[in-house]
């Protein structure tokens, strides 16, 4: 799938130095804020854009069943042989119609999307809203994190806000619950002026 999926990128092509660059952080060192909002285990979450798996391999530790939404197939493949794990279920699908997933016919408990939104387009976000709410159960939980400042050569970026993400979400009965503002964790995107804002919402 990758190579023709918009917001995909570049990534392709870097795909092996962001296999060690993005394991160099903790899932709690990234979501630190939002930590408390995660359901208790055992739950299911769904991980869109997953990467390579730090995420998904850190709540599959806990006990949780997870998919793993990857369209890049370098990430994707990558990812599976550095996190094996049973309870991972690696899926290529895309944002914004998310077709594989949906034909799961599944809920989660926690949905996540770390470092994603910013690749969609503001048509692609419109689209890609209600399908996310629809995909989360009544006690679940969305975390989103928003990337802020310029945009890598080779990659396809959107500027994306805190208003605009509050409205799509409000729209589709997500109350938020959380909204945090840091700068970037890696010393060169932070040279850059790079800032990120964290999101958690609720069915509400
Ligand atoms: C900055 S990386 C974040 C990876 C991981 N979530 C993390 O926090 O480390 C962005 C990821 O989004 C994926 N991506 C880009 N466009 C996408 C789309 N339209 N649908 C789903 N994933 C997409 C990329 O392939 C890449 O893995």
Do not use: C
């Not at 387009?121 to 939980?141: C, H």
Request: aromatic content about 6%.
């Amino acid at each position: 799938m990758g190579l023709n999926v918009p917001g995909t990128e570049g990534y392709e092509a870097e795909a092996e130095r962001l296999l060690s660059e993005y394991e160099q952080f903790s899932f709690e060192d990234i979501h630190q804020p939002v930590l408390h909002f995660i359901p208790e285990v055992p739950n299911k979450v769904l991980d869109i854009g997953a990467g390579t798996g730090r995420d998904a391999a850190y709540l599959a530790g806990q006990g949780r069943p997870v998919i793993a939404v990857e369209p890049t197939n370098a990430l994707r493949r990558g990812a599976a042989l550095l996190h094996p794990s049973s309870l991972i279920t690696w899926v290529d699908d895309s944002l914004p119609e998310l077709t594989r997933v949906l034909q799961l016919d599944e809920q989660f408990d926690l949905i996540l999307l770390s470092a994603v939104w910013m690749h969609l387009d503001a048509g692609q976000r419109l689209r890609a809203m209600p399908k996310i709410a629809s995909l989360l159960n009544s006690a679940g939980v969305l975390i989103l994190s928003l990337r802020h400042g310029p945009v890598p050569a080779g990659r396809v970026m959107f500027a994306v806000s805190v208003a605009e993400t509050l409205r799509l979400a409000n729209a589709e009965q997500l109350k938020s619950v959380y909204q945090g503002h840091a700068n970037s964790r890696q010393d060169l995107n932070q040279r850059k002026g790079v800032t990120w804002t964290q999101m958690g919402f609720e069915k509400g």
